[in-house]
């Protein structure tokens, strides 16, 4: 069982994101405050969790939380501001979309920008040790994750509805093959280097 927060005595709230490492689409992420009697055995992070069981919490997640914000970063904004600091924009911006300014924000990872006088706490693999965290978790991925499969009709020849834009080798192939599109991050090296031996 995770942990409910930090301080049991601050309002606190968990963020997270997700699609750091893909090729395509935006870098999502997501702020929860849960209410102190929280409870729920299945909420872990969410990589470690079947699609069927994220979209059951997510809904369980919007129903009870005191509060929780969700944004995308796009592949543009990505492209000139990096992506380290569009995952902590999109961090920055969830948690402004909450109802309730947090006393204290726990972040999943090991970097993030100080918001105002709110303090906060960077933990590493935090979305398999605090339920915030974990809940941010599931909503970053559960909304980026529709995201992928909405633009997956535009161009299904990728197949993002499967591979959410991360660099498969299906993916690189069809890169390689199609060229890319305006939902591929052009600051990322999106194929590998090939090196040919001239003999």
Same mark, same amino acid.
């Given at each position: ?39 729920? *055995? ?125 660099? *498969? ?11 890319? *599109? ?18």
């Amino acid at each position: 069982m995770l942990d409910l927060k930090i301080h049991p005595d601050l309002v606190e709230c968990g963020t997270d994101e997700a699609g750091r490492g893909c090729l395509a689409g935006p870098v999502t992420a997501a702020a929860v405050i849960l209410p102190d009697n929280f409870k729920n *055995t299945l909420l872990n992070d969410s990589k470690k969790l079947r699609e069927s069981d994220r979209d059951l919490l997510r809904l369980l997640i919007e129903e009870k939380a005191i509060s929780f914000g969700v944004t995308h970063i796009y592949m543009d904004r990505i492209d000139t501001i990096n992506i380290l600091n569009a995952s902590i924009l999109a961090m920055q911006e969830s948690i402004e979309k909450l109802k309730i300014v947090p006393q204290h924000i726990a972040v999943d990872g090991n970097r993030f920008y100080k918001m105002k006088d709110i303090s906060h706490s960077c933990i590493i693999k935090g979305d398999g040790k605090f339920l915030h965290i974990a809940a941010a978790s599931i909503l970053a991925k559960t909304y980026r994750d529709e995201f992928m499969k909405l633009i997956h009709e535009e161009y299904p020849m990728y197949n993002w509805k499967k591979n959410k834009g991360y660099p *498969t080798r299906e993916h690189r192939e069809a890169i390689k093959k199609y060229g890319i *599109t305006k939902y591929h991050r052009k600051s990322f090296k999106l194929l590998p280097e090939q090196y040919k031996l001239v003999l």
